[in-house]
T-cell receptor, first 109, second 113 residues
Framework: GQQLNQSPQSMFIQEGEDVSMNCTSS?????WLWYKQDPGEGPVLLIA?????ELTSNGRLTAQFGITRKDSFLNISASIPSDVGIYFC?????????FGEGTQLTVNP | NAGVTQTPKFQVLKTGQSMTLQCAQD?????MSWYRQDPGMGLRLIHY???????DQGEVPNGYNVSRSTTEDFPLRLLSAAPSQTSVYFC????????????FGSGTQLSVL
């Protein structure tokens, strides 16, 4: 089946640093999504990308839909303690939604 | 507006016991689904429903049953719990099947001893 390889698996950063994480696949996806899961809660949608090459921002978050349609990245600028959590990428191909394994982000104040 | 509500928040079962995880949404969403989350494996789809009376299997359906008698409710049943079903379970909904913008519940932490 389709797989999304998300990296890194975990990150430990200092408050104020920028963060970058990405997802890659051997398959083409029609949509890329990025979700954030706060501790003890369900994932919440951060950004949705619909076109190859699309670059979208949501506050300090920026995500891009790779031009090959096989990858996407998420950047967080000037991290703050509330950015801590698990970030999931997800992609759709036809009717199927596939999630990456997640990136655990820890922000040290 | 409560969104997606899951109960219970935590549950401990013995091997062989059965139970039902409840999920309700008040957004009139047609699509509802159940995922399990295991360390290093992301979210895996168990079962889903595209509308009342319609259910289908996802990626990991074995050991679980679902039903969708109303638009609002989508319970997940464990028929005979096994330790391999220890996981965090999330219910999610979206406006329709083509809408990938899922709204998730807050999860049920299940331990099977």
């Amino acid at each position: 089946g389709q797989q999304l390889n998300q990296s890194p698996q975990s990150m430990f950063i200092q408050e104020g640093e920028d963060v970058s994480m990405n997802c890659t696949s051997s398959s083409i996806f029609n949509t890329w999504l990025w979700y954030k899961q706060d501790p003890g809660e369900g994932p919440v949608l951060l950004i949705a990308l619909y076109k190859a090459g699309e670059l979208t921002s949501n506050g300090r978050l920026t995500a891009q839909f790779g031009i090959t349609r096989k990858d996407s990245f998420l950047n967080i600028s000037a991290s703050i303690p509330s950015d801590v959590g698990i970030y999931f990428c997800a992609g759709t191909s036809g009717s199927r939604l596939t999630f990456g394994e997640g990136t655990q982000l820890t922000v040290n104040p | 507006n409560a969104g997606v509500t899951q109960t219970p928040k935590f549950q401990v079962l013995k091997t062989g016991q059965s139970m039902t995880l409840q999920c309700a949404q008040d957004m009139n969403h047609e699509y509802m689904s159940w995922y399990r989350q295991d360390p290093g494996m992301g979210l895996r789809l168990i079962h889903y429903s595209v509308g009342a009376g319609i259910t289908d299997q996802g990626e990991v359906p074995n050991g679980y049953n679902v039903s969708r008698s109303t638009t609002e409710d989508f319970p997940l049943r464990l028929l005979s719990a096994a330790p391999s079903q220890t996981s965090v379970y999330f219910c999610a909904s979206s406006y329709d099947y083509s809408n990938e913008k899922l709204f998730f519940g807050s999860g049920t932490q299940l331990s099977v001893l």
